[in-house]
Every structure is written in structure tokens, then in C-alpha cells.
């Protein structure tokens, strides 16, 4: 998936502009990066676009992962970030993650998955009958 494909999927989803959903993404991502390994943060930021694999990477990143916290606190972080405020996170987060589904092979993304708590598979949009993932490594 290329870059404005990316942010145009999660502006439609999330239903805010092109240049929120740049926002939100990256906030997002960056905050995903704190919750995963470092690993896990790469084997992403490889599938993603130019303009957005960096946000999975240093220095971005904590030196220790913190998936014990909640999807509260998750959407706390993003809200935290610069110009994200809590309706954008709110509006855009669920976007990312669905989108982000969709840009990554299905097993690089379970696997993502499978770092954070359950509750954060709430946030994530029903994957489309048929499919609608890639599958993969």
C-alpha cells in the first residue's frame, strides 16, 4: 500500500481530513512501536511506506516494551502526542489499525496483535468477508 493510499483509507474511515489522519497515523504507530518488540517494530515498519516506517523505529521507541497497559492508556498516549488531540485519537485510532491490517501481511499483524491486550482487538474493524488481508510472512 503506498503512503497516500494509506492516510486516504484512514481519513475515510475515520471520517477527518487527509492531513489529520497524517496526524493520527503517525501518533499511532508511534505509540504501537512502545507496546511491541523491537522485532515486531521492524518486521511492520518493512511492509509500511516511506513517510511511515520510521515511526516504528527509533528513536521513537521506549527501551522497554509496555503492552501491559491498557487500550485506555494506549489512546492516552496518542491523545498526548502533538497536535493530536482526544477526538482526533478517538476518531482515528480503530482507522489506523484497521488500515494498518490491511497494509501488512496477516501474519505480521497477528503477530503484532498478539503483543497487546485483547481489548485493543475492539478497536479493529471486522476484516471484510472474503477475506481482505494479504496473507503471508
Do not use: W
Request: charged share 30%; net charge negative; proline share 6%.
Amino acid at each position: 500500500m503506498e503512503y497516500q493510499d494509506l492516510i486516504n483509507a484512514v481519513a475515510t474511515r475515520a471520517k477527518v481530513s487527509p492531513d489529520q489522519a497524517a496526524t493520527v497515523t503517525r501518533a499511532t504507530l508511534q505509540a504501537l512501536a512502545d507496546r511491541i518488540s523491537a522485532g515486531q517494530a521492524e518486521d511492520l515498519a518493512y511492509q509500511l511506506p516511506d513517510g511511515l516506517d520510521d515511526c516504528l523505529r527509533k528513536p521513537f521507541r521506549q527501551d522497554h516494551v509496555e503492552a501491559s497497559l491498557g487500550f485506555d492508556d494506549f489512546m492516552q498516549r496518542v491523545a498526548d502526542r502533538p497536535d493530536v488531540d482526544p477526538a482526533l485519537a478517538d476518531a482515528g485510532v480503530g482507522a489506523v489499525l484497521t488500515t494498518l491490517r490491511e497494509a501488512v501481511t496477516r501474519d505480521e499483524f497477528e503477530n503484532a496483535l498478539a503483543q497487546l491486550p485483547k481489548e485493543f482487538r475492539q478497536a479493529i474493524e471486522p476484516a471484510p468477508v472474503g477475506g481482505g488481508r494479504r496473507s503471508g510472512s
